[in-house]
T-cell receptor
Framework: AQSVSQHNHHVILSEAASLELGCNYSYGGTVNLFWYVQYPGQHLQLLLKYFSGDPLVKGIKGFEAEFIKSKFSFNLRKPSVQWSDTAEYFCAVTLSGAGSYQLTFGKGTKLSVIP | NAGVMQNPRHLVRRRGQEARLRCSPMKGHSHVYWYRQLPEEGLKFMVYLQKENIIDESGMPKERFSAEFPKEGPSILRIQQVVRGDSAAYFC?????????????FGPGTRLTVL
């Protein structure tokens, strides 16, 4: 079965710092990749997704992620974080084809941005 | 345009009682997914339902757990004879149809605490 690893449990940054959250998955086949965000007290929202094509994916709110197939990675980046980016971030994967609706999530990374 | 609704948001049960969690999908969505998030873990897929049909329950524990999505009304996740290990956040998601290109929209979750 596929699995997703997020390297950092909690990241603390000052405003305007750059952000990179690591995500690795284990599966040898074709996958689809997602980053979700959960702001305090809110539900999960999709930040960005990758299915195919350009491995650099742009999402909402200035986030982007790069799919590196050889490294089984899909790291999330943002050049300059804001206090409002404080949230928990989840990387997720689905398999292409049958069962493609089953999202497998990492454990999440809590991001705290200090004003 | 209301999003995915879940109720109750918080549910406390004593061991041996029954827990009923409700999920109303977004308007126009006929596909419902339930996920469970245990403490310090990522969300894990439990079951996928369409109206009046269970499509995939491969992630659901074999005993005490059941799910339905009737023709009318919300989807229900039912846990009989709850135990402390059932304490978790239960998230529902919906999509307009299945397939990898259809985003799953998540509800706010129900946090179940078993005393």
């Amino acid at each position: 079965a596929q699995s997703v690893s997020q390297h950092n449990h909690h990241v603390i940054l000052s405003e305007a710092a750059s952000l990179e959250l690591g995500c690795n998955y284990s599966y040898g086949g074709t996958v689809n990749l997602f980053w979700y965000v959960q702001y305090p007290g809110q539900h999960l929202q999709l930040l960005l997704k990758y299915f195919s094509g350009d491995p650099l994916v742009k999402g909402i709110k200035g986030f982007e992620a790069e799919f590196i197939k050889s490294k089984f990675s899909f790291n999330l980046r943002k050049p300059s974080v804001q206090w409002s980016d404080t949230a928990e971030y989840f990387c997720a994967v689905t398999l292409s084809g049958a069962g493609s609706y089953q999202l497998t999530f990492g454990k999440g990374t809590k991001l705290s941005v200090i004003p | 345009n209301a999003g995915v609704m879940q109720n109750p948001r918080h549910l406390v049960r004593r061991r041996g009682q029954e827990a009923r969690l409700r999920c109303s999908p977004m308007k126009g969505h006929s596909h419902v997914y339930w996920y469970r998030q245990l403490p310090e873990e990522g969300l894990k897929f439990m079951v996928y339902l369409q109206k009046e049909n269970i499509i995939d329950e491969s992630g659901m524990p074999k005993e005490r757990f059941s799910a339905e999505f009737p023709k009318e009304g919300p989807s229900i996740l039912r846990i009989q004879q709850v135990v402390r290990g059932d304490s978790a956040a239960y998230f529902c998601a919906s999509s307009p149809s299945t397939g990898v290109h259809n985003e799953q929209f998540f509800g706010p979750g129900t946090r179940l605490t078993v005393l």
